[in-house]
């Protein structure tokens, strides 16, 4: 096994390195949003994750990829993955929830609610202004937006986010903290495994909480591809 120190950036890292070679990996969480180790409570304590590696399990989770990038957790397509790009542009070493704050704030003033088209398994399912493309149903930190979503089940839950306000933002960023976003009548969540987003403007994109480039994009999914061991 190869064994992950670090957060989910790391992991992302480690699961393109491996690509398609059948080697687990088990994941000792030491990063700022762990979503992976939250996702089936893997402790950061070094006795045990060596615990879980002799006497866990091997789940085969699912895959996305973009182009030629990889990802575990989730892609996102408008106001995180510009977030993401102003955190890119500032890091310069190990970071902590709080670094993004500002990126965040700066992000809710400047955004410009582009129109992204949304085509689920070659269906035209609408528009939207951000859209999340999860694989698991946590988001960075405390946040999460999509509850059903199952990292073994071969799909992709999609959440849309269709305001075109400040003011929707901000409900969404605390919707999501509260867990209780997709009871807004603005926020719909399909499911599917080839996912295709187009827009007149250069939308970022981020991949596992990284940005990853601007749309288009095209998404798929790699069904039970990476052996990941936990409790």
């Not at 990126?103 to 859209?131: C, M, N, W």
């Not at 969404?172 to 509260?178: A, I, K, L, N, S």
């Amino acid at each position: 096994a190869i064994v992950c120190v670090g957060g989910d950036g790391t992991l992302n890292e480690v699961v393109n390195g491996l690509a398609d070679k059948r080697v687990p990996v088990a994941v000792c969480p030491t990063g700022t949003g762990n979503v992976l180790a939250k996702e089936y409570d893997i402790s950061a304590s070094p006795g045990k994750v060596a615990e879980m590696i002799m006497r866990g399990q091997t789940r085969l989770l699912d895959v996305g990829v973009l182009g030629e990038r990889r990802f575990m957790l989730f892609a996102g397509i408008g106001f995180d993955a510009t977030v993401a790009l102003s955190m890119r542009r500032t890091r310069t070493g190990r970071i902590c929830m709080l670094n993004y704050v500002w990126p965040t704030l700066k992000s809710l003033a400047t955004y410009q609610f582009p129109a992204i088209e949304v085509f689920v398994d070659g269906r035209h399912v609408g528009e939207a202004t951000t859209v999340i493309v999860s694989n698991v149903h946590s988001y960075g930190g405390p946040f999460g937006f999509v509850e059903d979503a199952d990292p073994t089940d071969g799909l992709f839950d999609i959440c849309l986010l269709k305001g075109r306000t400040r003011r929707s933002l901000i409900r969404y960023v605390w919707g999501g903290f509260r867990r209780r976003i997709l009871r807004y009548k603005d926020v719909s969540v399909l499911r599917g495994t080839t996912i295709e987003l187009r827009s007149n403007v250069g939308v970022p994109v981020q991949l596992d909480g990284d940005y990853a480039g601007q749309l288009p994009a095209k998404i798929s999914l790699l069904h039970a591809r990476m052996p990941v061991i936990v409790p």
